[in-house]
C-alpha cells in the first residue's frame, strides 16, 4: 500500500487549507484511516482518524477546527483546516491500517502558518 499526502502549503493565520490522502496498491479492507503531524522538535502526534465506517476520532490538537473525512470508494481521506494558528504548522501525515494491523504512513505534506 502506497500512501501519497498532499494539499499542504503555506497559509496565511486565521486561513484554511484542505490536505488529502490517497491509497494506491494492494488495498483491502483499510478499517483506519488518519492525520498526524510533526513539528520540530516534537513527536509526531494524532490530528484525526476515521474508521471505515465513518467513526471520528480527534486528538487535542485536532478538536474544533479540523475535520478528517474519506472516500472509501476512492480509498482516500481528508482532512480540512479551518482558522489556522502558527503553532499549527508542521509537516502533516497520513496513516492507514487494515483490518490485521498492518500500518502504512505517507510522505508527508508540509504545513506552513506564517504572515
Known amino acids: 500500500v502506497q500512501l501519497q499526502a498532499s494539499g499542504g502549503g503555506l497559509v496565511q493565520p486565521g486561513g484554511s487549507l484542505t490536505l488529502s490522502c490517497a491509497a494506491s496498491?494492494?488495498?483491502?479492507?483499510?478499517?483506519?484511516m488518519g492525520w498526524y503531524r510533526q513539528a520540530p522538535g516534537q513527536q509526531r502526534a494524532m490530528i484525526a482518524t476515521?474508521?471505515?465506517?465513518?467513526?471520528?476520532n480527534y486528538g487535542d490538537s485536532g478538536k474544533g477546527r479540523f475535520s478528517i473525512s474519506r472516500d472509501n470508494a476512492k480509498n482516500a481521506a481528508f482532512l480540512e483546516m479551518h482558522s489556522l494558528k502558527p503553532e499549527d504548522s508542521g509537516v502533516y501525515y497520513c496513516?492507514?491500517?487494515?483490518?490485521?494491523?498492518?500500518?502504512?504512513w505517507g510522505q508527508g505534506t508540509l504545513v506552513t502558518v506564517s504572515s
Open positions: 476515521s474508521t471505515s465506517d465513518g467513526t471520528t
Open positions: 496513516k492507514a491500517s487494515t483490518i490485521v494491523g498492518d500500518e502504512y
Open positions: 496498491g494492494s488495498i483491502r479492507n483499510l478499517a483506519v
